[in-house]
């Protein structure tokens, strides 16, 4: 059972918008950043969004994340057939959880 | 550029150690703490803990306390996981990744990561 609680799966078709969400607690999303990895099939994890809502180069302005209280979104806009991957959020974790947690992962299908 | 290669896949029986290497290029290896993370068959993302290639000091998930140990050798930029008493629900991938911060805080993420080590734990 991961910390960080993701729907196990979401869906859209192409130019459609899409979002993700993270759902934790007080002592890792309520009181630190959120973070969003992409797994895309047979790679390894590549960071998509950092501290809550920033995007490093190279990353689509179509992915934004934002965070309320003890809960995050993952937002795609504009959805392509090459977005069709995992999504995890991680954040870090105050209690003897932690320090890194992460969420489950959320497959996301291209129709 | 920054890169992390590990070491190829295992199949180790239970009860057998397992030791999994993460060569870093392209910037300064002490410079970065290290982060180990786990993935089984169809699952999520598992922190196992870091390692300081400066000093050799680490912290270990409260899960993996007692099982893991984590080392390096600077002499050649690479850090290894080691795991034991191995069973069969510890078969999955492992990754090597990067503190993109230099020291571990809430404010840092793990960039890059190693392309994962199959470990398969089978009798």
């Known amino acids: 059972q991961s910390v960080l609680t993701q729907p196990p799966s979401a869906s859209g078709t192409p130019g459609q918008r899409v979002t993700i969400s993270c759902s934790g607690s007080?002592?890792?999303?309520?009181?630190?950043?959120v973070y969003w990895y992409q797994q895309l099939p047979g790679t390894a994890p590549k960071l998509l969004i950092y501290r809550n809502n920033q995007r490093p180069s190279g990353v689509p302005d179509r992915f934004s994340g934002s965070k309320s209280g003890t809960s995050a979104s993952l937002a795609i806009s504009g959805l392509r057939s090459e977005d069709e991957a995992d999504y995890y959020c991680?954040?870090?974790?105050?209690?003897?959880?932690?320090?890194?947690?992460f969420g489950g992962g959320t497959k996301l299908t291209v129709l | 550029q920054v890169q992390l290669v590990q070491s190829g896949a295992e199949v180790k029986k239970p009860g057998a150690s397992v030791k999994v290497s993460c060569k870093a290029s392209g910037y300064t290896f002490t410079g970065y703490y290290m982060h180990w993370v786990r993935q089984a068959p169809g699952q999520g993302l598992e922190w196992m803990g870091w390692?300081?290639?400066?000093?050799?000091?680490?912290n270990y998930a409260q899960k993996f306390q007692g099982r893991v140990t984590m080392t390096r050798d600077t002499s050649i930029s690479t850090a290894y996981m080691e795991l034991s008493r191995l069973r069969s629900d510890d078969t999955a991938v492992y990754y090597c990744?990067?503190?993109?911060?230099?020291?571990?805080?809430?404010?840092?993420?793990?960039?890059?990561w190693g392309q994962g080590t199959l470990v398969t734990v089978s009798s």
């Open positions: 990744a990067r503190d993109q911060g230099g020291v571990p805080a809430p404010n840092n993420w793990f960039d890059p």
């Open positions: 991680a954040a870090w974790d105050d209690s003897l959880s932690g320090p890194w947690v």
């Open positions: 007080s002592s890792n999303i309520g009181s630190n950043y």
């Open positions: 390692i300081n290639p400066n000093s050799g000091g680490t």
